[in-house]
């Protein structure tokens, strides 16, 4: 299985921050394990950049977006096709906040899987549960429907090529991380259902988790045998911090 580490920047940095994180991982790349898949998602204005001083270095430049259409009259919004010309690796879809300020159901969001599967880019799906439904016991259904409504109608072959990333949302941004048997029982339950499509697809998706993982928090977390790595926000902007969490992801997944 595939262990990724991905940087979810939000709309974090400027033009000049943007480059020098980028750089800043850039040199610190060498000697990385090679065995973790390392992902990041600037905002778009520094997606450009970030390709290109990226380059040879190993590092996918994600989105954290994109619209479900290829192009036409959408003011505003960036066709996967677009981000595949710049080069762009993968894009994340269905983050929390995304489905939180900007309304994003799970049939918008299966159509953008789908516009990025078809401009042959790794989409990155977030599910995950809000705090009162995990409090009212719910979160296994939650994350069930959210994966069903979204990925129901894709072939397993489409299916192999997704990521998915379960970030609960009261993890997100709050300080507060799942427990690492918290993590490890909802990446069980996805991986069931991946399973229900066959044994490759579950075999196949790597499974991420998101929410406050930090340096000391993920060594627990990676350690979970259906936690294939991390979905990172404010550790992702401190360069040091991110490449210390690709060393825990190399180390325990080694
Ligand atoms: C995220 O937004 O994807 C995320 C996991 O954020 P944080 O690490 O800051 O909780």
């Given at each position: 299985m595939r262990t990724i580490v991905a940087g979810n920047w939000k709309m974090n940095t400027d033009a000049s921050s943007a480059t020098a994180l980028v750089d800043a991982l850039v040199g610190k790349m060498g000697g990385q394990p090679g065995n973790v898949e390392v992902v990041i998602a600037p905002p778009f204005p520094f997606i450009t950049q970030a390709v290109e001083r990226a380059k040879g270095s190993g590092i996918i430049v994600a989105a954290q977006d994109c619209h479900q259409a290829e192009k036409g009259a959408f003011t505003g919004e960036v066709s996967a096709t677009m981000l595949k010309s710049l080069g762009v690796g993968a894009c994340i879809v269905g983050h929390s906040e995304r489905r939180q300020y900007f309304g994003e159901s799970d049939a918008l969001i299966g159509e953008k899987v789908a516009a990025l599967l078809a401009a042959d880019i790794i989409p990155i799906f977030c599910c995950g549960e809000r705090k009162e439904e995990r409090e009212s016991g719910r979160h296994f259904d939650v994350v069930t429907e959210q994966l069903k409504g979204a990925l129901g109608k894709f072939t397993n072959a489409q299916l192999e090529r997704i990521v998915i990333a379960y970030e609960p949302v009261w993890a997100i941004g709050t300080g507060l991380t799942a427990s690492a048997?918290?993590?490890?029982?909802?990446?069980?339950?996805?991986?069931?259902?991946?399973?229900?499509?066959?044994?490759?697809?579950?075999?196949?998706?790597?499974?991420?988790?998101?929410?406050?993982?930090?340096?000391?928090?993920?060594?627990?977390?990676?350690?979970?045998?259906?936690?294939?790595?991390?979905?990172?926000?404010?550790?992702?902007?401190?360069?040091?911090?991110?490449?210390?969490?690709?060393?825990?992801?190399?180390?325990?997944?080694?």
């Open positions: 048997q918290q993590a490890q029982d909802m990446h069980a339950h996805i991986r069931s259902l991946l399973h229900t499509h066959g044994a490759s697809v579950a075999g196949a998706v790597p499974i991420l988790y998101g929410g406050s993982c930090n340096p000391s928090n993920a060594e627990e977390l990676f350690s979970q045998p259906d936690v294939n790595g991390g979905l990172i926000g404010g550790a992702s902007l401190v360069a040091e911090q991110f490449m210390d969490l690709l060393r825990i992801a190399g180390k325990v997944k080694h």
